[in-house]
Every structure is written in C-alpha cells, then in structure tokens.
C-alpha cells in the first residue's frame, strides 16, 4: 500500500428500493422520497425513490473495509442516487504515515460515482493498515 | 421543543443498535458482518442519530421544514475510534454546532444545519463522533 494505490471498486449493481424502506426503518427516517417515487416527484427530485445519503457512505465505508480499518470519513454529498442507479464506490491512496503508536495509516481521497452522471459524494478518509 | 441555535444541546440518551438493525444495514448495504465480531461502521451513524434524543423527523420539525420539502444530508465526518457492538449500550450526547443561511443555484435559499454527535462506551470511553450537515430548503 503507498501512494497512488487505487482502492475498489465496489460495484452496486443496482440499488434497491426495498432495500431503502429498510433503511428508513433501521435510521428511523420517514421522509417519504426514500419510500416512493410519488414523494421524491412532490419534492421536485425526479420520479424514482432516493437512496438515503448515509447509506451512500456506507458503500465507501465498506469499500474501505476491505483495505483496512476505517478511522475517519469526511465527505461531501454532491449528487441523489436513485432506486436502480448503478453506483460505484472507490478511492486513492495519497500518503502513507506512520502514527505515534507505529500503526501505519492510509490518508485517502474516496468518492461513489453514479453510472453515467459523476459523483455522488467525495471526500477523504483514513484508515488503519 | 428543542431551540435550533448554535450551542442548543440535543436531549442525549442510550441506544443499542440489536441484531436485527445490524442485519438489515448489511443486506441494504449487500455486505457481510466484519469478522472481529464488530458492527459495520456506518452502524457509527445509526447508534449516534438513535441515541441523541431526537429522531431525524423531530430534528426537521424543530427546525421548521416540512419532511415533504425534501431536507437531506449534505455531509458528514464520522470518527471512529473504537471498535463497536452489536449489544452494547452507548451514550450519546449531542450539540448544533451552527446553523448556517445560505443561497445556492440548486436549492434557492436554504440553510445548513450542523451537529455534533458524541457516543461514548459503558466505560465512558468515547467510541465515535458524527457531524453531520444537514441542508434544510427553506421554501
């Protein structure tokens, strides 16, 4: 792991809008754009559920995951992803540092990109190698 | 009800995630439990919004913007600084950090609103800190 390292991707195939009733449930969030596709249209947000924004960073979280442990995430959330949306989560490795306790820490930039219209969040992150 | 102001303190309280929310995060997420035993971190999130003594539609109506207006979040750093469980019971506590009237080409006018999360272990040790932004149409 150095510099310029490239993490993922993760790769959602499509994402679910059962999976979001879920999510509201588990986040206790009832704002109903991540219920139907009706309520995001009232909302003036397209025609299709909207994924919840932390369920966005979860797919980094868990891209990140497999690299190491996650030690802080700092994101922006630029874009909705919808119900069916193809997004991928992934990253790059900009400096390696070794911290007081000798662990080796990863400073990284991570985004999630919806398939054919950008990203949907960036930011950065720091995981334990 | 709670004061929308910068230096409000949020009610604060318990929160254990449980097996079952655990599960349900996974399949949405269509990952796997991690192997050490320990909760996925976006559960960070999840026992520090459920335990701060306000849900999200609370936090909206305090706020004055209709769930129907379409508040969303607009970022977030989550600190995670310990490993957390399934089981366990923290303690959350919870201040606005600022609130912030802005105007963008996107949204019109609209405000910001800042929060600070802090979730700490039976030990009192802290476990996790979540800030998020939260954008709020103001229509």
Request: proline share 5%; glycine share 12%.
């Amino acid at each position: 792991m150095k510099a310029g390292t490239q993490l993922g991707p993760r790769v959602i195939a499509s994402v679910s809008g059962a999976a979001m009733h879920d999510m509201a449930a588990v986040l206790d969030d009832p704002n109903p754009i991540h219920l139907s596709g009706e309520a995001a249209a009232a909302a003036g947000l397209g025609d299709r559920p909207v994924n919840q924004g932390p369920v966005n960073i979860g797919y980094i979280l868990d891209m990140l995951r497999a690299v190491g442990v996650v030690r802080d995430i700092r994101v922006r959330l630029l874009a909705n992803v919808f119900a069916g949306d193809r997004v991928v989560a992934a990253g790059r490795v900009e400096s390696v540092q070794a911290d007081r306790d000798g662990r080796f820490l990863a400073h990284c930039v991570v985004w999630l990109e919806i398939d054919g219209s950008g990203r949907a969040v960036e930011g950065t992150a720091e995981i334990e190698l | 009800m709670l004061a929308i102001e910068a230096g409000s303190r949020l009610p604060g309280g318990t929160y254990a995630l449980g097996e079952d929310r655990h599960a349900k995060l996974l399949s949405a997420l269509g990952t796997e439990a991690p192997e050490d035993g320990s909760v996925h971190p976006l559960c960070a999130w999840v026992i520090a919004m459920g335990g701060c003594g306000i849900s999200i539609g609370e936090l909206f109506e305090a706020a004055g913007v209709p769930m129907e207006d379409g508040p969303m979040l607009g970022a977030c750093d989550l600190e995670l600084l310990k490993p957390m469980g399934v089981a366990t019971t923290y303690t959350v506590t919870g201040t606005i950090e600022a609130l912030v009237e802005k105007t963008g080409r996107k949204f019109g006018r609209f405000d910001v609103l800042i929060v600070r999360l802090e979730v700490s272990d039976p030990d009192g040790e802290l476990a996790a800190t979540c800030t998020p932004s939260m954008i709020l149409p103001r229509r």
